[in-house]
């Protein structure tokens, strides 16, 4: 005890030699990085050839992934010229249920990203592996059916979970799908009416060569459900696949009739969107110019205020 009064005491004198010291303010928290200006892309891929720290997922090999190369800052070079400046990175297939590199590329520019995961939803604790990816800028996982009949796909405990958590956690569902799939997704969402869903490239309408008779309607039958949104995105893949995306205007037009322009998002599905002799102007162009049954308020919603609302809060 002697010891410790006698330090105690020589410090206290110090003190109180040295009142600047005395008085010293506790350490700053380090402030949040701006938000960054300009319109958010809400659909982008991102991908490293350093394939020793990110290894492929099984089944993928190098050869695959084309380009052979799409960083971040390659990314960047096509969005800031645009004035893009904040992007929703979906998580690559080559890396499957590996998200490491989104979720390093999100912290390495803070403020920048927002992260679409996709997660193994036949594995346990599906809610909790979504509660710690959305800690580290995580906001939507990506459900793919692919070549799987829909009804099974959207099937099984598993997926009850996630659309569960989903609604718990606000966290998006994020459906990459055929027009086939409309009818489960619309029980789905009648099912789960809390549950934010995202339906990716207008359902890939139009994938096919031409926006057949009737499937516009049928992904317009989903705005009824209030937390439901569609990206107009992908230009390059539907329907006449030929820049400046014209023939895509009518399918917009009906979109922004029936959800409006709240619940629409503007996407560029980099880095296909910049392949084959597309770019990612002819891309933001069709939202931005060319389609004129937009007004100012419209456009901001598309380019950037939805998706702030859906990805960023």
Known sequence: ????????????????????????????K?????????????????????VKKYPLAEGFQPSDMQPKSFTPEELFAHARPCGVGRIVLI???????DNSYMLDSIAAHPGVFSGVAIIDHSKPNVAETMRDLAKRGVRGFRLAPGNAPPESYFSGDGMEAMWRAGAEQNLKMCLLINPNALPIVDKLCEKY?????????????????????????????????????VKTSAFYALGKKMS???????MIRLLHETFGPQRLMWASDCPFQVQNGHNY?????????????????????????????????
């Open 1 to 28: 005890m002697a010891a410790l009064a006698a330090l105690t005491g020589s410090s206290t004198a110090r003190a109180a030699e040295d009142p600047a010291k005395a008085k010293q303010p506790a350490a700053e």
């Open 30 to 50: 380090p402030k949040p990085p701006a938000k960054p200006d300009g319109y958010i892309d809400a659909h982008v891929h991102v991908w490293t050839p350093d």
């Open 91 to 97: 998580q690559m297939s080559y890396y499957k249920y």
């Open 193 to 229: 009416p809390d549950t934010p869903v995202v339906i990716d490239h207008f359902a890939r309408i139009g994938i096919n060569g031409a926006v057949a008779d009737g499937e516009p309607a049928q992904l317009c039958h989903l705005a009824r459900h209030k937390n439901t949104y």
């Open 244 to 250: 400046p995306y014209l023939d895509l205007q009518p």
């Open 281 to 313: 102007r002819d891309s933001i162009d069709l939202i931005l110019k060319r389609c004129d049954f937009l007004n100012d308020d419209d456009r901001k919603h598309l380019l950037g205020g939805t998706a702030e609302k859906v990805f960023f809060s």
